[in-house]
T-cell receptor, first 115, second 112 residues
Framework: DAGVIQSPRHEVTEMGQEVTLRCKPI?????LFWYRQTMMRGLELLIY????????DSGMPEDRFSAKMPNASFSTLKIQPSEPRDSAVYFC?????????????FGQGTRLTVV | GDSVTQMEGPVTLSEEAFLTINCTYT??????LFWYVQYPGEGLQLLLK?????DKGSNKGFEATYRKETTSFHLEKGSVQVSDSAVYFC???????????FGQGTTLQVKP
């Protein structure tokens, strides 16, 4: 398996534009996580899914952020409209919780810059 | 709610020094505990894990023991190398939710 695949790796956009980040989890994994990483706030959990269903979106900062998982092999995180304070590295991770202690695997991240 | 607290960084050590990075957690039930490492410009990689009390996780010379009585999972290495310079994250999963929660990360800098 190629691991968790995120695209794009880098995104530069202007304030007010819509941004869509994409994630392909590892096949067979039943959990998918979206995290945001900044120097000031560290690694924040935004939302996570179990079997394509959102379980906890309490970390989504505001209504400008939305996430979907239309099937087991694809998820998107959308920001509309984007703002400079959204600049961060966004990570997607997936895991299989068939037994206790199974770790999550991370993608390489998308570095978002909003100017 | 569940949470993980790590010691503040950065931690700066000379090569071959002993490393300890403290991690404590708050969680109901019996979480599984993890240490992840992030090298510059990369995503997070699992370093080691422990799934129950008194378990010791180990990998690449790093060790951590799951201490339920002190709710801790401190990371140790007997002799660090320059290549160990990275950010280290302590994390937990409560097995009935699947929610993966991270500490704030500790930056380790090892100087030759």
């Amino acid at each position: 398996d190629a691991g968790v695949i995120q695209s794009p790796r880098h995104e530069v956009t202007e304030m007010g534009q819509e941004v869509t980040l994409r994630c392909k989890p590892i096949s067979g994994h039943d959990y998918l996580f979206w995290y945001r990483q900044t120097m000031m706030r560290g690694l924040e959990l935004l939302i996570y899914f179990n079997n394509n269903v959102p379980i906890d979106d309490s970390g989504m900062p505001e209504d400008r952020f939305s996430a979907k998982m239309p099937n087991a092999s694809f998820s998107t995180l959308k920001i509309q409209p984007s703002e400079p304070r959204d600049s961060a590295v966004y990570f997607c991770a997936s895991s299989f919780l068939g037994r206790t202690g199974t770790e999550a695997f991370f993608g390489q991240g998308t570095r978002l810059t909003v100017v | 709610g569940d949470s993980v607290t790590q010691m503040e960084g950065p931690v700066t050590l000379s090569e071959e020094a002993f490393l300890t990075i403290n991690c404590t957690y708050t969680a109901t039930g019996y979480p599984s505990l993890f240490w992840y490492v992030q090298y510059p410009g990369e995503g997070l990689q699992l370093l080691l894990k422990a799934t129950k009390a008194d378990d010791k996780g180990s990998n690449k010379g790093f060790e951590a023991t799951y201490r339920k009585e002190t709710t801790s999972f401190h990371l140790e290495k007997g002799s660090v190398q320059v290549s160990d310079s990275a950010v280290y994250f302590c994390a937990l999963i409560r097995d009935n939710t699947g929610k993966l929660i991270f500490g704030q990360g500790t930056t380790l800098q090892v100087k030759p």
